[in-house]
Nanobody, 123 residues
Framework: QVQLVESGGGSVQTGGSLRLSCAASGYTSRRYCMGWFRQAPGKEREGVAAVDSGNGSTSYGGSVKGRFTISQDNAKNTVYLQLKSLKPEDTAIYYC????????????????WGQGTQVTVSS
């Protein structure tokens, strides 16, 4: 059974940093996408960052590029999201996802979702 467990969320002031982690288990495919999405109340879910396990390529949403960095550990079963220079508009629930790459790790590749971790950035 596939499970994704996110951690690392919390509350931080504007300009602060957080590091989110997502540990995946039960997903046996050798190649997969893992990434982060976020959703604020009343807003659409937004792609934040993704990484392709096959080639290590990363992609970012335009609103976070240059501030957030996605990475994976040596076992390639955990991904991290380093959030820097946080802004109040970054406040959202951040969800980890995993799935097969369809067009690299862009588009609708998500298959399984974690429960999310709350990030709150105060002014």
């Amino acid at each position: 059974q596939v499970q994704l467990v996110e951690s690392g969320g919390g509350s931080v002031q504007t300009g602060g940093s957080l590091r989110l982690s997502c540990a995946a288990s039960g997903y046996t495919s050798r190649r997969y996408c893992m990434g982060w999405f976020r959703q604020a109340p009343g807003k659409e879910r937004e792609g934040v960052a993704a990484v392709d396990s096959g080639n290590g390529s990363t992609s970012y949403g335009g609103s976070v590029k240059g501030r957030f960095t996605i990475s994976q550990d040596n076992a390639k079963n955990t991904v991290y999201l380093q959030l820097k220079s946080l802004k109040p508009e970054d406040t959202a629930i951040y969800y980890c996802a995993i799935g097969p790459p369809l067009w690299a790790c862009a588009g609708s590749w998500t298959r399984y979702w974690g429960q999310g971790t709350q990030v709150t950035v105060s002014s």
